[in-house]
């Protein structure tokens, strides 16, 4: 009899050891993990530089609140700054938390209500993240939500253009939807929230919080298209692990956050900004993020080629974010898979999600890609 609150269905294995894309449980079975602790330790598991600059930073503060000044917080807010289209850092602990403060602070800025957002879209479980969440189950039972929040179709422009006026404060948007089933935005579609953000004046909003960190193989996911976000929302990724978020915006938001505005009494703490510069530092190198696109280019033609199944209906992502939809619900082949020694997760019913640490070898990949082959491939879309 468990003493927690079932909000999850966890899997069957309890996890003992974890080294790169390794994972060992108690059995010790040992797993292929291309879940990463969802789109989290992007340097894989116990990475050591990441691990050994939280261990230096243990023993020197462990907290003194944001009464102080952090010297770590000024560093991963340089990295973040020098690395996006934005200036100033507001740090905390999670996505939704960043993503809450980006709706605070949108709302301040312009000293509007309305913000626009997306069918299938996830932005978190606090009350105001989960407002801008597109997704009715998300909903269920948590009413009333915060007002001011209208729902578009993903990629459909005309439906944008019908909602977006002067009232419209913020777009927010994921350039990649994860949790909805790893669908990526059109360039169409930002050409037409570029028109909107120019012709009414609102501000763009970036949620990173699972494309961000050199998942996609760029410092953020935006930087595939043509798009300079005033907000980007980052979390997940940012500490390999160690729970950190921040919300990154640009130089003229700076009013609307200023003294006594919004806080966080652990946000870029000692220890979450020692794990972040260590990963930051790592992962905002040309030479690492082109691997991280080398490596999706290489996963996506293999998975492409090894794939014989009419189950699958597309392969598709960017970097190492990679989605795979079928024609039918795939949790027993994540099972399955499981079983194998494979892990992934699911992105809605119908899409297998890959999200393995960008560290991840090719020989990791290979072995992957045979496991999912030999699943899918047992399976025919008139079998089922
Ligand atoms: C795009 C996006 N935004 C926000 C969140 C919420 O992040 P957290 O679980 O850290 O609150 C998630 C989590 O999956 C996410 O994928």
Same mark, same amino acid.
């Given at each position: ?21 390794? +994972? ?79 709706? &605070? ?19 978190? $479980?606090?009350?105001?993240? +989960? ?29 944008? &253009? ?23 935005? %059109? ?27 050199? $998942? ?16 980007? %929302? ?30 966080? %009494? ?10 972040? %510069? ?74 297998? $999600? ?31």
């Amino acid at each position: 009899m468990s003493n927690l609150f079932p909000t999850y269905n966890k899997w069957p294995i309890t996890v003992k050891e974890a080294n790169g894309t390794t +994972l060992i449980d108690d059995n010790g079975k040992r797993y292929l993990d291309f879940v990463a602790g969802i789109a989290v330790c992007n340097l894989g598991h116990c990475h050591p530089h990441v691990n050994q600059a939280i261990k230096n930073q243990l023993d020197k503060v462990l907290h003194v609140s944001n009464l102080f000044h952090i010297e770590g917080q000024d560093d991963v807010a340089n990295q973040l700054v020098s690395n996006s289209s934005g200036d100033l850092v507001f740090f905390c602990n999670s996505g939704t938390e960043a993503n809450e403060a980006a709706i &605070k602070l949108v709302r301040k800025a312009t000293n509007k209500k309305k913000i626009i957002t997306f069918y299938q879209s996830f932005h978190g $479980r606090t009350m105001g993240s +989960l407002s801008a969440t597109g997704q009715d189950k998300i909903h269920q039972g948590f009413g009333p939500l915060l007002e001011g929040f209208t729902y578009v179709p993903f990629n459909d422009c005309d439906a944008l &253009k019908a909602v977006v006026d002067h009232e419209a404060a913020a777009i927010i948007l994921e350039v990649i939807q994860g949790e909805g089933g790893v669908h990526e935005v %059109t360039s169409e579609f930002i050409e037409t929230i570029n028109m909107l953000k120019e012709k009414h004046k609102l501000l763009v909003v970036v949620d990173e919080v699972q494309t961000g960190i050199g $998942r996609t193989g760029k410092a953020f996911g935006y930087q595939h298209y043509n798009l300079s976000p005033d907000i980007i %929302t980052v979390a997940k990724g940012l500490g390999n692990g160690f729970p950190v978020g921040g919300l990154i915006g640009k130089q003229h938001l700076i009013e609307a956050f200023g003294p006594g505005s919004h806080g966080s %009494t652990f946000g870029g703490n000692p220890l979450a900004m020692a794990a972040a %510069t260590a990963t930051t530092e790592t992962i905002f190198t040309e030479e690492f993020l082109n691997e991280v696109l080398d490596k999706g280019n290489y996963i996506f033609s293999k998975l492409k080629n090894a794939i014989q199944s009419s189950i699958v209906k597309q392969v598709r992502g960017k970097g190492l974010m990679i989605g795979i939809e079928c024609h039918q619900d795939v949790s027993s082949f994540i099972s399955s898979l499981r079983d194998d020694g494979l892990l992934v997760l699911n992105a809605g019913p119908n899409v297998i $999600r890959l999200l393995p640490p960008l560290t991840v070898s090719y020989k990791e990949i290979d072995q992957a890609v045979e496991s999912i082959a030999s699943v899918l491939n047992k399976v025919t879309v008139n079998s089922n």
